[in-house]
């Protein structure tokens, strides 16, 4: 850390995995410019604090039942979340201003900002009343966040249903998606966040500053438009993992048997398979990846979260015979390290959900992709991997086993997978470059260091 320059920055992230990350590499990052930093945490999915001894956590209760913290609605969750949490919030932050106020003798940290995950909707009034500086940050893309306010209006001019050749193209008002990953977007299930959409959209107009995990290099024409969109300063201080690699902020305990597993490996030929921290799939699905990764004779590594399974605790419906012949060739763990994973030497590919924190950190570390995307901006994602940096391959939705070993010896063994090893590398290396003195990256944080510190 820098020699402390008095200053508090409070932290608010949505207690999500992927929420979670990113807010706690803002945290290292601002830390590590001199900034002490206070976290406010739900109960429900609370941060390891014993991981960032250098931070203060303060907990507020959620009011989440035992039943609503099992759920896999996300939308249910964030919904019951908001609702819940705004009067705890408010107490917490009063409080906090108060208690700094009132310090007497010692030199006084001035608390300088709120920072909040863009999900959290009910900040605005609080901070105004408050007189206190509010900065949100995105966990999405900027290409994402700034093109899904236009989904209810989409949905409103009924975008469905397509015809059949229409399918692969592509989805004007929300490039580069093709129109039939559109139509998934816009699913009924996606209806009741309409509303929501409209309330972060609100409250990060009224905002005084958009923080995203991206930069220049990742999502430039979407930062000039998000900054017309906005008029609010926004900075795109870059990936978190170019920052600080491999923070721990996990939720579940990661499995390390798998780094020796992995050192016994030969360079770039395992295949990482993961849908990160919320995806579920079927039965058939799982078993369905099984066989593609054993087909593909190639050695892997798969991550199945426990629960991620509908229906199942885990993987027990497959049968022991399979599962021996499974684990001749890979391993299959509950939670991996994961940056730890893409920063070896033996992965030669990602089979990914594209989230987010999973694309950039694959990006960051060069490992090319294979992409699964389910939902929301994971396919939004997933388009810029394979047809706008070309640096992975779209299995199209088809969990099939035949197109899973197919994908996996295209890019292990094929020379189209030497090609987007190439590109991908070079796409590391320029991100890289934004962190670089005078990068666009480094150029943003160094900008919203100097804004924060000036209120
Ligand atoms: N992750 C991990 N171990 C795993 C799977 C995922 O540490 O076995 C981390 C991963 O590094 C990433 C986060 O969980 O930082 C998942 O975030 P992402 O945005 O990719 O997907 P989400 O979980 O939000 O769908």
Known sequence: MDKSNGLRVILFPLPLQGCINPMIQLAKILHS???????????FNAPKASSHPLFTFLQIPDGLSETETRTHDVKLLITLLNRNCESPFRDCLSKLLQSVDSETGEEKQRICCLIHDSGWIFTQPLAKSLNLLRLALSTYTISFFRSHFALPQLRREMYLPLQDSEQDDLAEEFPPLRKKDLVRILDAETEQLDSYSDM????TKASSGL??????????????????DFKVPIFAIGPSPIHFPATPSSLFTPDKTCIPWLDRQEDKSVIYVSIGSLVTISESELMEIAWGLSNSDQPFLWVVRVGSVNGMEWIETIPEDFIKRLNEKGKIVKWAPQQEVLKHRAIG???THNGWNSTVESVCEGVPMICLPFRWDQLLNARFVSEVWMVGIHLEGRIERNEIEGAIRRLLLETEGEAIRERIEHLKEKVGRSFKQNGS?????QNLIDYISSF
């Open 211 to 228: 923080i995203f995990m991206s930069c220049e290099e990742l999502d430039q024409d979407s930062l000039s438009q998000a900054r017309e």
């Open 33 to 43: 410019r001199g900034f002490s930093i206070t976290v406010i945490h739900t109960r």
């Open 349 to 351: 590919g990602f089979l």
């Open 200 to 203: 972060i959209l609100e409250t």
């Open 441 to 445: 990256a480094y150029q943003s944080l």
